[in-house]
Each structure stands twice: as C-alpha cells, then as structure tokens.
C-alpha cells in the first residue's frame, strides 16, 4: 500500500483470516494486518483508534452480530470514519449483496478465489491498486 | 474491465482526454470511453435515461462551471448515482483535494503521470483492478426489481 498504516481485515472465520496474512506474507506487503470478527468489534477498534486509522478496510459480508452491510451503514454515517476506504472481499456473489454495498460507495468487491494463488493474484492487484492510489490525508 | 459499460470521463483539457483515450486503446481495453468537459455536462450525461451507465467515472478535479468535488457532492447523494465508482485523476497532490474526495467516498484517487509510459502503466492497473472487482451495474434492474420484490414482501 502507499501508507505503512494498518490494513484492517474483519473477518468472522479464522481459516480465511489467516489466508489472508498468508498471501500478504507472500506478497511481501509489509502492513500490519489487524483482524476484527465481526462489525461490532471492528467498530469498537476503529472508535478507539483514530489516531491511527487503517489505510484500507477488507471488509467481508457474513458475520454474526454486526454484518458486513451494516458495518458499512455505521461507518459511512460517522464523519470520522467515513473516507476509510472500504474493500468487500466476500464468496458472496449475490446481486443483492453488490447492489447493496456499493449503494454505500464501496471502493471495490472482490469475490475470493477459492484457489490460493488465484487468492493470491487477487490480493496483489488490489496491492497494485492501493499503491499507485492516494490515501486519505491521514495515511501520509 | 468487469463489464463492457462506458467508461465516462470527466475532463475539460482535450489533448489530456486524448491522452486517456489512447492509452485505453494502447492496453486494448475496449469499453467505449465518454468523455464530458466538465461536472455539469457529466451530470446531464448520466441523468439522461437513454445514456448507458458508465461502469466506473474517470473524474478530473480542476475544471470549470463545475470542478470535481462539486460534481461528486451531487453524485454521493444521488440515490441513483451514488453506486457508481469515482476515481479521481488528476495533476493535484493537494492534501485538501485528498481529505474532500475520500470524504466523498471516492474509489481511489490517481496522480496522473506526466510520462505517457507511466500513464500506461498506471491505467493497466486501474483497468486490473476493476476487471477483478465486481461492478455494481451488472444486473443492476434484476436486483433492483427483487430488493423491491423483497421488501414488498416483507410488508
């Protein structure tokens, strides 16, 4: 990425949290990767963290407690928060799911490749992306 | 990109717009590109029904009658609009264009390159990520039509 900030990864499943470090590690991406899961917690983080907010959000859909959807709602609504840039990163396919999200200006959806390498070669273009963009002021 | 929709682009310098247009066209990348010279003349563009909507919006910051920050406040709190993604490409590294257009929920924001080979490369990227990316205008009126059918079933 083009700020050394964290990337925040909420995620409710532990296996697919831990592929995601994996394939940063391979990537040689050298954020920290803070990982919430569910909204609930991520919001808590983010409230008590604004001094240093995460650079990017990797944000999947289906979590107990707080989902993915109104996650965004909560962040999009709050001043602070909302320039985050958001990235659903979902097995969701659903229309529903996308219409949904990107009603909240979403800054991409990715569908995880079930494959690693395909994971892997997804994780790098979004790589690519985050760091031939800007960030918010605060990334700098 | 995802799909095969307009890429719509916001951009008042002519010899710029060029500049995308043959870039676009030097990566093969085949989605009609729209161009508009400024935010009001995108505006009409994209509230005109028998236009296509664009996949994504190529916004230059700097352009007169209305700039790119004015556009995206009309564009974020259009219902209709909204779900589009914006991305910024522009000259300006001001830190002030950056704190207003992410509050504004841009999807990435882009310091064109002055070297044509670096422009390239920058829009190879772009064109990446949103080929990897879902879209939000792939079956938008299917989906549309059952969030409706939904809700109204939930009563």
């Given at each position: 990425?083009r700020?050394?900030?964290p ?5 409710d ?19 920290p990767?803070?990982?919430q899961?569910?909204?609930?917690e991520?919001?808590k ?22 989902n993915g ?8 609504s709050?001043?602070?928060l909302?320039?985050?840039?958001v990235?659903v990163?979902t097995t ?8 949904e999200?990107?009603?909240f ?20 273009t979004?790589d ?10 605060y990334?700098s | ?16 717009a060029?500049t ?13 590109l ?9 505006l ?19 352009m007169?009658?209305m ?11 259009d219902?209709?609009l ?6 910024v ?26 070297d ?13 990520y949103w080929?990897?990316?879902?879209l939000?205008?792939?079956?938008q ?9 939904d809700s109204?079933c939930?009563g």
């Open positions: 990425m700020s050394s900030k990337i925040l990864l909420v995620e499943d532990n296996i697919d949290a831990m592929t995601v470090r994996r394939a940063m590690k391979d990537l040689q991406v050298p954020n990767l803070v990982h899961i569910n909204g609930e991520a919001l983080y983010l409230r008590s963290n604004l001094d240093r907010l995460p650079c990017v959000i990797l944000l999947d859909l289906n979590m107990p407690k707080m959807v109104e996650f965004l709602k909560a962040v999009k709050d001043a602070e909302r320039q985050i840039p990235v990163l969701s396919k659903e229309d529903r799911d996308k219409v999200t990107f009603q200006s979403i800054a991409g959806y990715i569908v995880k490749p079930a494959d690693y390498s395909r994971f892997v070669e997804a994780m790098r979004l690519l992306y985050w760091s031939l963009s800007e960030l918010p002021a990334c | 990109m995802r799909d095969s929709k307009p890429i719509l682009l916001l951009e008042d310098d002519t010899v710029d060029m995308v247009k043959r870039a676009l066209k030097d990566l093969n990348i085949t989605n009609p729209v161009r508009t010279g400024n935010g009001e003349e995108g009409a563009y994209l509230r005109d029904e028998n236009n296509a909507r664009p996949c994504v919006i190529l916004l230059d910051l700097n007169p009658k700039n790119g920050i004015e556009f995206l406040r009309v564009v974020k709190a219902d209709k909204k779900r589009i993604p914006a991305i490409l522009t000259t300006s590294k001001d830190d002030q264009d950056r704190v207003q257009t992410f509050q504004l929920n841009v999807a990435g924001f882009i310091v064109k390159p002055v044509y080979m670096k422009f390239v490369d920058a829009m190879k990227i772009v064109n990446l080929t990897l990316s879902e939000p205008n792939s079956d009126e299917t989906a549309n039509a059952k969030l409706e059918t109204a939930r």
